[in-house]
């Protein structure tokens, strides 16, 4: 079963740093798009980063500067690096994928299962 598995989430202090990892599992012909959103308590879904095929990223201003997304396309793996944290970046963080499974030019929305990063201040 294709899948997108998230790792990397945790506790940290304001300050520091994580990198959290989105490994797409099962028989994966290819992946296009790829994002990482976040969700805090009682908040909407946001997106924070943005990552196309060819490697063009767009950022959230309110991560600019501090975050890094990236991808191995080999390894069907989106990254996503956090720097710098502030307690506000406290939210559960989702990776979004596009992905295909065979050569027929169909690809479809897949989600992670979410991980926690907590910055305490």
């Known amino acids: 079963q294709v899948q997108l598995v998230e790792t990397g989430g945790g506790l940290v202090q304001a300050g520091g740093s994580l990198r959290l990892s989105c490994a797409a599992s099962?028989?994966?012909?290819?992946?296009?798009?790829a994002a990482w959103f976040r969700q805090a308590p009682g908040k909407q879904r946001e997106l924070v980063a943005q990552?196309?095929?060819?490697?063009?990223?767009n950022y959230a201003d309110s991560v600019k500067g501090r975050f890094t997304i990236s991808r191995d396309n080999a390894k069907n793996t989106v990254y996503l690096q956090l720097t710098s944290l502030k307690p506000e970046d406290t939210a559960v963080y989702y990776c979004?994928?596009?992905?295909?499974?065979?050569?027929?030019?169909?690809?479809?929305?897949?989600w992670g299962q979410g991980t926690q990063v907590t910055v305490s201040s």
């Open positions: 099962g028989s994966i012909f290819s992946m296009n798009v």
């Open positions: 990552i196309t095929s060819g490697g063009k990223t």
């Open positions: 979004y994928a596009q992905l295909s499974y065979s050569a027929d030019g169909r690809f479809y929305n897949h």
